[in-house]
C-alpha cells in the first residue's frame, strides 16, 4: 500500500466544459499544434472567464502562458516518463476520453515500477498533477481531450497545492 502524494483532487466543480467542448467542436485542424509531441489547442485567459477564482490562480501563478487543451489518438500510450515542460505541476480536467488510464509509479530496479496507482477523473472536477512523478497513460476506444494548466517552474506541487487548498479551489 503506498501512501505517496502524486495528485490531489480539488474542491470546485468545473463550470468550464460546455465551453470547452464546444472550443474543440468549432476548432478547425490548424488550431491544433505540436508542442514537445504534444497536440494541443491553446487557450487564453479568457476561455476561464466563468471562473473567478481559477482567473485569479492562473494570474497568481503566471500560468497565462501554458493553458491548453491537449488531444491524444485512440488506442495509444506514452513511456512513462517525468514532464519537462518548464512545469513541476498542473491543474488537470479531463474532457472526454473516459476509456483510459493515468497511473503514476516509482521506478524500481530491472524496470518494474512500484507504488502505481491510478487517477481516477471525475466528470467536472479538477486534479493537481505532480508531473515531476513518474506518471503514464493510456488512450483506449476514445479520443482523449484533457484540460490542463500548467504552473511553471520554480512553483512546487506542494505549494501549489496549498495555494488550492488554502483558496477554496
Ligand atoms: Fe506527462
Not at 473567478?52 to 495509444?76: D, S, V, W
Not at 519537462?84 to 524500481?108: E, K, Q, W
Request: charged share 20%; net charge negative.
Amino acid at each position: 500500500m503506498d501512501n505517496i502524494d502524486f495528485f490531489h483532487h480539488l474542491e470546485s466543480t468545473s463550470t468550464l466544459i460546455n465551453h470547452l467542448r464546444n472550443r474543440i467542436a468549432k476548432s478547425s485542424e490548424d488550431d491544433w499544434q505540436l508542442i514537445i509531441e504534444m497536440n494541443c489547442l491553446l487557450l487564453t485567459i479568457d476561455d476561464f472567464k466563468t471562473e473567478p477564482k481559477l482567473i485569479k490562480f492562473i494570474e497568481h501563478m503566471n500560468c497565462q502562458q501554458k493553458l491548453a487543451i491537449y488531444r491524444f489518438k485512440p488506442n495509444t500510450c506514452y513511456k512513462w516518463h517525468i514532464d519537462h515542460l518548464g512545469r513541476n505541476c498542473c491543474v488537470n480536467m479531463l474532457i472526454d476520453g473516459y476509456d483510459s488510464l493515468t497511473m503514476f509509479g516509482v521506478p524500481a530496479l530491472q524496470g518494474q515500477f512500484t507504488n502505481i496507482t491510478k487517477l481516477v477523473y471525475e466528470p467536472n472536477k479538477y486534479v493537481l498533477l505532480d508531473v515531476h512523478k513518474f506518471h503514464t497513460v493510456f488512450n483506449f476506444s476514445q479520443e482523449r481531450y484533457v484540460l490542463s494548466i500548467g504552473v511553471p517552474s520554480p512553483t512546487t506541487y506542494n505549494e501549489t497545492k496549498q495555494y488550492l487548498i488554502d483558496n477554496n479551489l
